[in-house]
Structures are given as C-alpha cells and as structure tokens.
C-alpha cells in the first residue's frame, strides 16, 4: 500500500523547509499578534491544500507495511481546521493528519494573517516548522499559502525537505 496524501506531505514537508529565518523554529513561534479585535474569525473552516511544490531531499519512506511519500506536487487533501481569534492572536487547529497541529500567530483587522508552528515526528528524529500566510474574508472564505520544512532521520533516510501548499477554503456557516 502506497499512503501520499497531502497532509503527511505537509508534514513532511515541513521537515524540509529550513535554512532561513522566515522557518526558524523561533521565528515561528513568536509571531506577534495583529490589529484586529474581538473574535469575529473564530470558528470551523472547510480547507482544501494543494500541493505546488517540493525541494530539497522528499524521500519515499519504506515501513515494511506501507510506503510514505514525503512530497509529491499535486496532491491534495482537505481538513477541517478550527479558528480561534481572541483580539490581535490567531490560533489554528487541524486533526492529527496534519504533521503540525497547532499554529498561532497574528491577525490584522483586513483578515490578513502569518501563523507558524513547531513539532517533531519519528520520536524526535524529524524536526518539522510550518508558516502560513493567508486571509479570511468577510464572507468567511480562506485563502492562504503555506510553508513547510522538514529535517531529520526516518527509517535510515535523510530528509530535508521542503514544500509549498496552497489552501483554499470556507466556514461552512457562511
């Protein structure tokens, strides 16, 4: 069985998209809050990622019982992910399908957004940083860009790996 779905690709990703300040591990996780107040971004959103792109070393990775794709362009996968907006700090939750489940951030009065995150996969052995830019849209629509690196060892292969997603998506209550 071949697994290659979007969601371990970003988070694998997201191993591999190291080397700069833009994914520093604490860069990402001390983005500050934005402009905006109240909490009217908060809820449950509907999103779709794209895969657009893939550098650096995406191994495919053999677990005797099933084979991971790191990272394949095209593919895609759809998440459901939960907003909270308290003022200025943005919070995003996604299911565990996704290698970095948590992101936080800022968010501007527009619904202009950078949030970023931090973990690790293999019991430590991958180190895995995230960024996404993005805006939500008075009608509830998200779009947005995300940034992913992934570095470290799996099941003898190097990876260092990194990948763009592009997200599009709705709250189903708009």
Same mark, same amino acid.
């Given at each position: ?86 003022? %200025? ?10 290698? #970095?489940? =948590?992101?936080? &951030?800022? /968010?501007?009065? +527009? !619904?202009?957004?950078?949030?970023? %995150? ?10 895995? #940083?995230? =960024?996404?830019? &993005?805006? /939500?849209?008075? +009608? !509830? ?21 990194? &990948?763009?997603?592009?997200?599009? !998506? ?5």
């Amino acid at each position: 069985m071949k697994i290659s779905n979007l969601a371990g690709l970003a988070a694998l990703l997201l191993i591999a998209c190291g080397g700069d300040d833009f994914l520093d591990k604490d860069t990402v996780t001390e983005l500050p809050p934005g402009t905006a107040t109240g909490s009217r971004f908060t809820g449950q959103y509907e999103v779709e990622l794209y895969t657009s792109d893939c550098s650096g070393e995406c191994p495919v990775i053999d677990y005797d019982w099933f084979t991971y794709t790191i990272c394949d362009v095209g593919m895609k996968d759809e998440e459901d992910i939960g907003i909270v907006h308290s003022a %200025g700090h943005l919070q995003i939750d996604a299911d565990n399908s996704l290698p #970095v489940t =948590r992101l936080t &951030g800022g /968010i501007d009065a +527009d !619904g202009q957004f950078d949030v970023g %995150g931090w973990s690790t996969q293999e019991g430590g052995d991958v180190e895995i #940083v995230a =960024r996404v830019l &993005g805006t /939500i849209a008075p +009608d !509830g629509s998200i779009t947005a860009t995300a940034h992913l690196y992934a570095n470290g060892n799996a099941r003898d292969e190097h990876i260092a790996c990194r &990948g763009t997603f592009e997200i599009r !998506g709705q709250s189903p209550g708009n």
